[in-house]
């Protein structure tokens, strides 16, 4: 009686060891979207221009852990994707000793091979593809564009055919091999059932390197944020609908760091890449996420010394205050604003002043005056 109590109890701890795409996430699929590079949610967080300052380095790398990235796709250029150049591929070796054998694109974590991308009899989900689309799509006049359309995705999968995945220690490894293989920032569009140091302590071995982790509130207008956006080490970001209010779904809590703009349930959604050819509207926090892990992509391509700390409070102050004055549950200190954000990196002062593109130029002007001043004083004493 006793064992049988035990077993029962096990069964329920392990079927409560869940981590998955947050619920109810769907996409509607796309007959034509010839040209969408100036897609809605672009001038919202002002992502053209940053592009002035930085479209990225492809040295900078976003790590997405995910349902496998499909690079086939035309708009997911193959110069996007991570490539391990310790590795030879095909040869059965792990000749850069990583404890994984021809790791050449990243590592498939479900089917434990090689080939993190689609298989035959392996099929891959549409959600990190379309992740990728949403974070590196090239500039190219042709379908969509990514928020840093010039870094590298390294491609981690960790969801099966059904986007779950039923262990938190496969979770953990998965975060630590971005880690230790070259990620400069780790995208987690995913939600787990718990909190578990088997997943937990991994993102703090990241953080240790100096790479931050960014993931999602949750889909389901929760007043709580769901593991591991929750924790304090992870950078917690919800969706925002068209009008600049949190969207319909998405979880609010303390803990909430950024909105960015996916849309409400029923609006017209953000549009990104759908294998194997197509682009789709989708919903869902996990396509906010990824906007805020493509914005840490171009501040690290102009300064990649930057602290997670430095990151952090460059992105809270740089966003657009919504709701309630200041922080609040449902939007945390605002809306993404990629421009400020890559500007402050910049120049952090630009963040003492309330943004305003006609305010700043005349911030400046004073700055000219004083450097004329100084340009004539020693113009005198020559
Ligand atoms: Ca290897
Ligand atoms: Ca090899
Ligand atoms: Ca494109
Ligand atoms: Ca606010």
């Not at 590079?37 to 002035?52: F, G, K, T, V």
């Not at 009008?243 to 990104?272: M, Q, R, W």
């Amino acid at each position: 009686m006793k064992l049988n109590k035990t077993a029962l109890t096990i069964a329920i701890i392990t079927s409560m060891m869940l981590l998955s795409i947050s619920s109810k996430e769907s996409i509607v699929s796309l007959s034509n979207a010839a040209d969408n590079e100036d897609a809605w949610h672009h001038p919202l967080i002002y992502s053209e221009d940053a592009w002035e300052i930085t479209q990225g380095r492809k040295e900078i790398v976003v790590a997405i852990i995910d349902s496998g990235v499909d690079f086939s796709h035309p708009d997911l250029d193959d110069n996007i994707e991570w490539i391990n150049t310790g590795e030879i591929a095909g040869n059965s070796i792990d000749d850069d000793g990583n404890g994984y054998v021809d790791d050449v694109y990243g590592w498939d974590f479900v089917s434990n091979d090689s080939t993190p991308g689609p298989t035959s009899g392996d099929p891959v989900n549409w959600h990190a593809s379309f992740i990728a689309g949403i974070i590196a799509a090239p500039k190219d006049d042709f379908g969509v564009v990514g928020i840093a359309p010039n870094v590298t995705i390294m491609n981690v999968r960790v969801l099966d055919i059904s986007n779950l995945l039923y262990s938190f220690e496969t979770f953990g490894i998965a975060i630590r091999y971005a880690a230790e293989n070259g990620a400069d920032v780790i995208n987690l569009s995913i939600v787990a059932s718990t909190n578990s140091s088997l997943y937990m302590d991994e993102i703090a071995y990241a953080n240790s390197l100096n790479i931050p982790v960014v993931a999602v509130t949750g889909n389901n207008d929760f007043s709580s944020v769901a593991y591991p956006a929750r924790s304090d080490i992870v950078i917690a970001v919800g969706a925002s609908n068209r009008h600049n209010e949190k969207a319909d779904y998405s979880n609010s809590g303390e803990e909430i760091e950024l909105v960015a703009p996916v849309g409400d349930s029923d609006e017209t959604n953000i549009i990104s890449t759908v294998p194997p050819d197509g682009y789709g509207l989708g919903w869902g926090t996990s396509f906010a996420a990824p906007q805020v892990a493509a914005t840490i992509a171009l501040m690290k391509s102009l300064n990649d010394s930057l602290s997670i700390a430095e990151i952090r409070d460059i992105l809270h102050r740089s966003a657009k205050d919504l709701g309630d004055p200041g922080h609040d549950v449902q939007t945390g200190y605002g809306l993404l604003n990629v421009f400020r954000a890559v500007q402050a990196v910049l120049d952090p002062s630009i963040l003492l002043h309330p943004f305003n593109s006609s305010y700043q130029f005349l911030t400046i002007l004073p700055i000219l005056a004083i450097i004329t001043i100084v340009i004539k004083r020693r113009r005198r004493k020559l």
